[in-house]
């Protein structure tokens, strides 16, 4: 049985990852405000840096695709 619990406080609940994900969200909002965003993708970090919200380094792309490590 998974320990959500766990997972989130010894991963998901860490200062880095809360800061991550918070981009990530920032990301989103800013992606789908310029007309990027389509509905049953995600938002793909050009560089692999969930940091860097630029709009060049932002695009759409299938869900399977940006959650493989092959992108």
Same mark, same amino acid.
């Given at each position: 049985?998974?320990?959500?619990?766990?997972?989130? %406080?010894?991963?998901?609940?860490?200062p880095?990852?809360i800061?991550r994900?918070?981009?990530?969200?920032t990301?989103?909002?800013?992606?789908v405000?310029?007309?990027?965003?389509?509905?049953g993708? %995600?938002?793909?970090?050009? %560089?692999?840096?969930?940091?860097?919200?630029?709009?060049?380094?932002?695009?759409?792309i299938?869900?399977?695709?940006?959650?493989?490590r092959?992108?």
């Amino acid at each position: 049985m998974r320990n959500y619990r766990s997972e989130y %406080d010894n991963y998901q609940g860490k200062p880095e990852q809360i800061a991550r994900r918070s981009k990530r969200n920032t990301a989103r909002r800013k992606a789908v405000k310029n007309g990027y965003a389509v509905k049953g993708k %995600d938002v793909h970090h050009k %560089d692999g840096n969930p940091l860097n919200n630029s709009i060049r380094n932002l695009a759409a792309i299938s869900k399977s695709r940006n959650r493989s490590r092959r992108v």
